[in-house]
Structure formats: structure tokens, C-alpha cells
């Protein structure tokens, strides 16, 4: 299952980020097609997390600015 796909020139970006750090930190040198599959690889294992996440902070978030409208503190959501 895909969890997300990415526009073609986020997935650009994201490739070009990729080679940068492997090449800086690691001094190793990824073509496009192995920038490719890690990033792939990289949205399949941590994208639920991250999306997850991210819901979790909305959650937050959402429920601080109810209380600021309403005036009324309520246990956070869970």
C-alpha cells in the first residue's frame, strides 16, 4: 500500500536533497534511481508515522483554539 504519493517535482526535490546528504555526510554517491527507491522506502516506513503524527498535533491544536473561542478547559483529545 502507498501511503503517499508525491507530485513529480517534490519527488525531484526530495531526490536532489537525498544525493546532497548522502554525498555530505556519508561520502557516498546515489544515482537517481537509488535516491528513488530510499525515498520510496522512507515514505513506506515512516510515512504512517509521520501522518499519524501529524494528526495527533492538529488534534492538539484544534482543540487549544476550541477552548480559546469557548473559554472552557477540556481534556486534550486522545
Keep these: 500500500m502507498e501511503l503517499c504519493k508525491l507530485d513529480a517535482l517534490k519527488q525531484e526535490e526530495l531526490i536532489k536533497k537525498i544525493q ?3 554525498r555530505e ?3 557516498e554517491t546515489l544515482d537517481e534511481t537509488q ?3 530510499f525515498l520510496s522506502f522512507m515514505l513506506q ?3 504512517h ?3 499519524d503524527q501529524a494528526l495527533e498535533e492538529s488534534r492538539f491544536f484544534l482543540a487549544q483554539k476550541l477552548e480559546n473561542i469557548l473559554g472552557v478547559k477540556r481534556d486534550p483529545i486522545h
Excluded: D, I, V
Aim: net charge neutral.
Design 20 to 22: 546532497a546528504f548522502f
Design 45 to 47: 516506513e515512516t510515512g
Design 35 to 37: 535516491a528513488s527507491r
Design 49 to 51: 508515522y509521520l501522518y
Design 25 to 27: 555526510e556519508r561520502q
